[in-house]
């Protein structure tokens, strides 16, 4: 059994199948095409997650380093397999990889049995009644539910586990730079999680944009390593009629539409789904960029939003809005050097979801807010963080409000007073400034 995105033992029909076809060896394989780009946040998640998924295999985990096109050959012919098993994987990189150790293990006789995805359904089958694909979201997410998807499997129990000891490395020390704080990792993190969040979750489509409160699951961690499948979600999802979780069904499906979309479109992981948004004028990123990823723009729920992601590896989804915004749009840089930087940081980094979020903001995705619409980040600021909490915590100098009774728009005599740094851009300028760039692409 090849473990990849599905580091758990519940609800994995893979692990299933491999069990009820003989003895099993449970293997990862730490490929330096992944493992070398990846940021600090992503390396120390996946450490801790594997060293969760060893902690409960009867015998551990086997873990091999290289290319999983001789990796995966070498394990199986080591344990004299006649078969291996694993979850199919859609993402582009992923699934060329797939291909290829497919075609390794063809030619040395094994045979490859692939048994379900990382999502609940999987990339490629929902189609519209022409059978085209989706290219907007609402309609994909009714087509979705009507689709339907199983319903989740146990754990295994009992059957015979293998090893290997020649060759193997142990998990790798993924330390992480001071102030960085990763989310806890592993199937039984992520099962607690969701078993708490169940008990506020009617309270989700009412509050999920309030950054300061505690409203959204921060499952997503969970769910890009596959330490729960969305379909356990979704099971209990059914037993509940609430607005709340309406709403966060909605948030898996758009998920999933990002993952299907990333399938058919592979070249738009890194480039515009809508081509002619290439026509666009942009600025070459420079010290704007740097004070954006710094959270050093002077606009407060910007900043927030910004060192949120450097302190916790994660950022509400609201923010990501507003962040990405604000880059594109009054920072006139193109939306892959901001998602490039989201997939340094992010422990959730999912390419499907963090390309195709960015894209949406960016106006050159699926289903765009128009270009037209650029987000006023004090504006936003007062309208999803009316009390200033979320500002407060995450931007230390406007902490104190005895000092700073405005958090989202301080005076320039505040700013002086506590070290926070005044705008680099004027807001309203920019505004026009995109949208005349807009204007003259079209």
């Known amino acids: 059994m090849w473990f990849r995105r599905d580091l758990r033992l ?12 003989g003895p099993v060896l449970p293997l990862f394989v730490l490929d ?3 493992w070398r780009p990846a940021g600090p946040t992503r390396r120390s998640y ?10 409960s295999l009867p015998r551990g985990l086997t873990l091999l380093d290289g290319d999983p096109v001789r990796r995966v050959v070498d394990a199986a012919r080591a344990i004299g397999a006649g078969r291996v098993h694993w979850a199919a994987d859609y993402a582009p990189y992923g699934h060329r990889r797939d291909e290829a150790v497919a075609q390794a293990l063809g030619e040395a006789g094994i045979e490859v049995v692939r048994t379900g995805s990382p999502y ?10 022409s059978g085209q694909p989706f290219r907007v979201y609402s ?11 199983r319903a989740p499997v146990a754990a295994p129990s009992g059957g015979e586990w293998l090893r290997l000891e020649e060759d193997t490395v142990a998990v790798p020390d993924a330390p992480v730079p001071d102030g960085l704080s990763v989310p806890e990792a592993g199937e039984d993190a992520a099962r607690r999680r969701w078993a708490a969040y169940l008990e506020r979750l009617d309270s989700y489509a009412a509050r999920r944009n309030d950054p300061g409160a505690d409203a959204t699951s921060h499952l997503s961690p969970h769910l890009r390593w596959g330490e729960v499948h969305p ?7 059914e037993e509940r009629t609430s607005r709340g979780a309406a709403a966060f069904r909605r948030e898996l499906a758009w998920r999933e539409f990002y993952a299907d979309v990333l399938f058919r479109h592979p070249e738009s992981a890194r480039e515009h789904l809508r081509p002619e948004f290439s026509r666009m004028r942009y600025d070459e990123p420079g010290e704007r960029l ?5 959270g050093r723009t002077g606009f407060p729920i910007v900043d927030a939003g910004m060192r949120q992601l450097r302190a916790t590896g994660w950022m509400h989804n609201r923010l990501r809005m507003v962040v990405a915004s604000f880059l594109v749009k009054d920072l006139h840089v193109t939306w892959q ?18 390309a195709h979020g960015w894209q949406w903001t960016a106006g050159t995705g699926t289903d765009p807010a128009p270009y037209f619409r650029v987000f006023n980040p004090t504006g936003q600021g007062r309208k999803f963080d009316a009390a200033g909490r979320y500002v407060r915590r995450w931007v230390e100098e406007l902490s104190d409000p005895t000092l700073v009774p405005d958090p989202h728009e301080p005076d320039q005599d505040t700013r002086d007073l506590v070290g926070y740094p005044a705008p680099i851009v004027d807001h309203a300028f920019e505004r026009r400034e995109a949208l005349d760039r807009w204007q003259a692409a079209r």
């Open 46 to 55: 996946l450490a801790a997650s594997l060293r969760s998924l060893d902690a």
């Open 10 to 21: 519940a609800d994995n029909p893979a692990l299933l199948a491999a069990l009820a076809d």
């Open 337 to 354: 050097h901001g998602a490039r930087h989201f997939m340094r940081w992010l422990a959730d980094g999912d390419l499907a979801s963090n």
């Open 120 to 129: 609940a359904v999987a990339p490629g089958r929902v189609r519209q009644p």
């Open 139 to 149: 309609p994909f997410q009714r087509a979705w539910r009507a689709h339907g998807w």
């Open 32 to 34: 330096p095409a992944l």
């Open 231 to 237: 379909r356990t979600l979704l099971a209990d999802l």
């Open 290 to 294: 740097a004070a954006w990823e710094e």
